[in-house]
């Protein structure tokens, strides 16, 4: 994970806002809906790098920091890390904002890997031009 800084890094791959339905008994939003929408955030960000599908194939590095609350807008943002022959490790970040006169706080991060798969499920190559220009942003 990178270093620990008071904005979001990355591009902004999808918000929501925190509902009723998603909270646990105590009042917090479960911790399982927040990794989905990382999980979203992450495959719309992938699925745009490879042009096609991919699956989640690892989470690692997972921390949550705050409870989010109902009515909370969650803003997940992405940044691949790595391209590989089959798969693209990536930061996902999520940070709420309670209102507009309070800086965002940053709720949660994690390291999701994909593997870019085909139709029918099976691992595609993620072709050398996608790799090479993922390579060209990292060097400038």
Same mark, same amino acid.
């Not at 791959?13 to 955030?41: C, H, R």
């Not at 085909?118 to 790799?131: A, C, F, Q």
């Given at each position: *994970?990178? /270093?620990?800084? #008071?904005?979001? /890094?990355?591009?902004?791959?999808? =918000?929501?806002?925190? *509902?009723?339905?998603?909270?646990?008994?105590?009042?917090?939003?479960?911790?399982?809906? &927040?990794?989905?929408? *990382?999980?979203?955030?992450?495959?719309?960000? !992938?699925?745009?790098?490879?042009?096609?599908?991919?699956?989640?194939?690892?989470?690692?590095? *997972?921390?949550?920091?705050?409870?989010?609350?109902?009515?909370?807008? &969650?803003?997940?943002?992405?940044? @691949?890390?790595?391209?590989? #022959?089959?798969?693209?490790?990536?930061?996902?970040? !999520?940070?709420?904002?309670?209102?507009?006169?309070?800086?965002?706080?940053? @709720?949660?991060?994690?390291?999701?890997?994909? !593997?870019?798969?085909?139709?029918?499920?099976?691992?595609? !190559?993620?072709?050398?031009?996608?790799? =090479?220009?993922?390579?060209?942003?990292?060097?400038?």
């Amino acid at each position: *994970m990178t /270093e620990r800084v #008071n904005h979001p /890094e990355g591009t902004l791959s999808l =918000q929501n806002i925190a *509902m009723p339905a998603d909270t646990n008994w105590s009042g917090d939003v479960f911790g399982g809906w &927040i990794v989905s929408q *990382m999980d979203l955030a992450g495959a719309i960000h !992938v699925e745009r790098l490879t042009k096609g599908r991919c699956a989640t194939i690892a989470i690692n590095q *997972m921390s949550f920091l705050v409870p989010v609350k109902v009515g909370n807008v &969650i803003s997940s943002y992405t940044k @691949i890390l790595k391209v590989g #022959n089959t798969s693209v490790q990536v930061q996902i970040e !999520v940070w709420i904002s309670h209102d507009n006169s309070r800086e965002p706080v940053r @709720i949660t991060e994690g390291v999701f890997t994909f !593997v870019a798969v085909d139709v029918k499920g099976n691992k595609r !190559v993620i072709s050398e031009e996608i790799r =090479q220009a993922f390579l060209a942003t990292q060097s400038s």
